[in-house]
């Protein structure tokens, strides 16, 4: 039986509960043996904000994800050089795995979907991967191309920018992010 992988990239500027409540519904609903966590060093669509580093972003990650077994980060955007673009990632990542014949499945906010048709060589990428599109929770229903699946899975109504205005603020982010990531915002003085 062919694995199903599902590729979940983001700035993940910090990443949060409702990333890891999204992963696990779509590992659920799609039968995915492994989600691959990809974090963006450069996105040619978002600028970043604050003070994290690929570096702090990607270990921040690898701390959220440790212990699930079928969470796996993914290196390949933070070591090649900016900016990151979709089509180059998974044609990296399927070159590298020995398993050829996998089902791929690309993870994306359906906030993103509405830009899909600005990103570089789509319709290549359309045939490599299936897109799931997952409704961000409190958003307006976005528009898509109607044949992009959709799932609807449970998550927060919860953003990285409504955490770093939080820790900015000086409020709590206990309960909004994995503790492990939070002592690491915490010790590095992240987002202040």
Known sequence: MALRIGILGGTFNPVHNGHLLLAEGARRQLS???VLWVPANAPPHK?????ATPEDRCRMVELAIAGHPAFRLSRIELDRPPPSYTIETVRQLQASLTEKNATWYLLIGSDLAKELPTWRE???L????EFVVIPRPGAA???HPPDLKQIQVETL?????EIRTRIREGRSIEGLVPEPVRRYIEEHRLYR
């Open 157 to 161: 109504n919860l953003s990285a920018s």
């Open 122 to 124: 789509i319709e290549m």
């Open 141 to 143: 229903p976005a528009r």
């Open 126 to 129: 359309r045939r490599l991967v």
């Open 32 to 34: 995915l043996d492994q």
């Open 47 to 51: 600028p970043l904000e604050g003070n």
